[in-house]
């Protein structure tokens, strides 16, 4: 039974159709890795998934509702970790991640951000304001994300970037962790896929001038 589905969707940029007549229906504990060239529209096709920009056409439907009449329900159940990291640089790793528990509802647990941060591997980093850190430790602080509460669908715009091997393998470990307790993962990465102990689905995009793909 599928979780998350995508009917009929399109999306177009101001130079021409991205994609069309795309349909995905995608159970609890899959990984789906969305591929394909630049301009293909990746980044467009997780901003339609996560909410944050409506389809041409189609719609998308999370646990069989369409989510544009659901949109407060969806969110409790969404971590979006886009190609920016989202973090204040003025703030420390430990003020962000506070800020970000507020910011979604949740009350404010320094115990659970210290185990984050550590497993994000930012232990020692905790009070250094973001705008020294270098950017694969920015990246971090938004990565830490993952350790903090429960969301079922996570939708995450090039997590390995500026993250180094050890990093990687943490994230790895991680998403197989959230699929085998039946999460959802939807991931971009110009990276080659780094190996993962779980079955990982592949929707490949075609070159944008091709106006039909489907998976």
């Not at 301009?39 to 901003?47: E, I, P, Q, V, Y």
């Not at 990276?191 to 990982?200: K, L």
Request: net charge positive; proline share 6%; with cysteine.
């Amino acid at each position: 039974m599928p979780m998350l589905e995508v009917k009929n969707l399109a999306c177009l940029r101001e130079d021409g159709l991205l994609f069309s007549g795309l349909d995905l229906r995608i159970a609890p504990g899959e990984i789906l890795l969305i591929a394909g060239p630049n301009g293909a529209g990746k980044t467009s096709l997780l901003r339609i998934l996560a909410g944050l920009a409506r389809p041409e056409q189609g719609a998308v439907f999370w646990r069989r509702r369409d989510i544009r009449r659901q949109r407060p329900d969806y969110h409790r159940d969404l971590l979006y970790i886009g190609h920016q990291t989202g973090i204040k640089r003025a703030l420390t790793p430990l003020e962000n991640l506070a800020f970000y528990q507020t910011a979604v509802g949740q009350k404010r647990d320094d115990d659970a951000i210290f185990h984050a941060l550590q497993q994000a591997g930012l232990a020692g980093y905790e009070d250094v304001p973001a705008g020294g850190l270098s950017a694969g430790q920015q990246r971090r602080v938004a990565l830490a994300r993952l350790w903090l509460g429960k969301f079922r669908l996570w939708i995450l715009d090039e997590p390995f970037t500026a993250i180094d091997s050890a990093g990687v393998s943490r994230l790895m470990a991680r998403f197989a962790e959230h699929s085998a307790a039946r999460g959802i993962i939807l991931l971009t990465t110009h990276q080659a896929m780094p190996p993962c102990p779980v079955r990982i689905r592949e929707l490949t995009l075609p070159p944008a001038e091709e106006t039909a793909c489907s998976g």
